[in-house]
């Protein structure tokens, strides 16, 4: 499956909002790789992962894998061992572009290493 037809699997609401984040991830990572992982689109720079969106019950979740070091207060910081940062929207109208630019940029230059994690034995390094 490719992002495209992710997207259209979505209801026409859902659809408006990952047409819209694909577009401005692949317009401001337009040298990333993207592809289903996971079975929910992902954007991954050297093969580590940088952001990517999936469908929770009730809205899409846009999740950066190191949001978690952004200091940025509209993302939701994880709970689990990762650093990952989210937000959720429920309608495109919603999504900031200057702030999903803004954390695109972040997301190139402030990454956890969890492309090597198994081979550091669970440890998350930041990339230099």
């Known amino acids: 499956m490719e992002i495209s037809e992710f997207n259209k699997t979505q209801s026409p609401a859902d659809q408006q909002i990952c047409h819209l984040l694909m577009n401005t991830i692949n317009k401001h990572l337009s040298e990333a790789e993207s592809r289903i992982w996971h079975r929910h689109p ?3 720079l050297d093969g580590n992962p940088i952001v990517g969106y999936s469908k ?3 809205c899409i979740r846009l999740m950066f894998w190191s949001g978690a070091d952004f200091d940025e207060s509209d993302l939701k910081v994880g709970t689990g061992k990762f650093k990952d940062a989210s937000i959720r929207y429920t309608s495109a109208d919603q999504i900031d572009e ?15 290493d969890y492309r090597n994690i198994v081979k ?8 230099k």
């Open 42 to 44: 992902v954007w991954f």
């Open 98 to 112: 200057d702030d999903l630019k803004r954390w695109l940029e972040k997301s190139k230059t402030i990454q956890c």
């Open 56 to 58: 929770l019950k009730d």
């Open 120 to 127: 550091k034995k669970g440890r998350l390094d930041r990339i």
